[in-house]
């Protein structure tokens, strides 16, 4: 590698999440329809010892220590590079931001280590940044054909909450998964239309453990979204609106009344 490359990490999103059971070792089992956007952050590598270097909005709210999940992807890759991360997405918010950093950072290396999961159980997913069906423990990964354009509005109240505390919060378990096979979604329509008979069931106890989430589902409702769910463990929320326009509308009005919140319209990534 000579000259700096430059990945984008495109925001993860979880239209359903359905919580399936809990092996022996505490790991959560998991049936998913994970989407990719066009929002996200941004990696360069170029040659150098190995750093971290953050840029961004959200910089200021994570730490370039060894920790940091761009550097340990780094190190499992065997490879010295000076990263740069733009950091656009809201730190632990629920789309996927840590492991789509780690994924572009792999990316951009070239690399293809055996066991990417040691980094995250979304990273694998992340790595292919492809709509897909995820199941187990994030390991069963079945890609979705091409699928019908969705106008998007995220919403984040800018707090952070704990993935593992939603988990050990949940009243249940063993919940029932998605259908073995998967509709046909002809158009956006019948995407939405089996999303909304679908769940997320980290939802109840993330909302249980900030109200705020319920108020950023209310929200998007006000807007005039078709569907609103929150995304992975929170607290990032999504609403579906019918057109690009009635998604940036709401995402401009959101954002007017809610100067503190993080809102932004996306589109799903080609």
Known sequence: MSAPRREFAPAKLNLTLHVTGQRADGYHLLDSLVVFLDVGDVVTVADGPLSLELRGPFAAELAADPDNLCLRAARLAGRDAAIVLEKNLPVASGIGG?????AAVLRALGATPEHPEMLGADVPVCLASRHTRMQGLGEVLTPLPALPPLHLVLVNPRLSLSTPLVFRSLARRDNPPMPDALPDFVDAGALIT???????????????LMPQIADCLAVLDGAGAVLSRMSGSGATCFGLFDSPADAQAARDRIAAENPGWWVAASGLAS
């Open 98 to 102: 840590g492991s789509a950093d780690a």
């Open 194 to 208: 089996f999303v909304a008979a679908c769940r997320n069931d980290l939802q109840p106890p993330a909302i249980a």
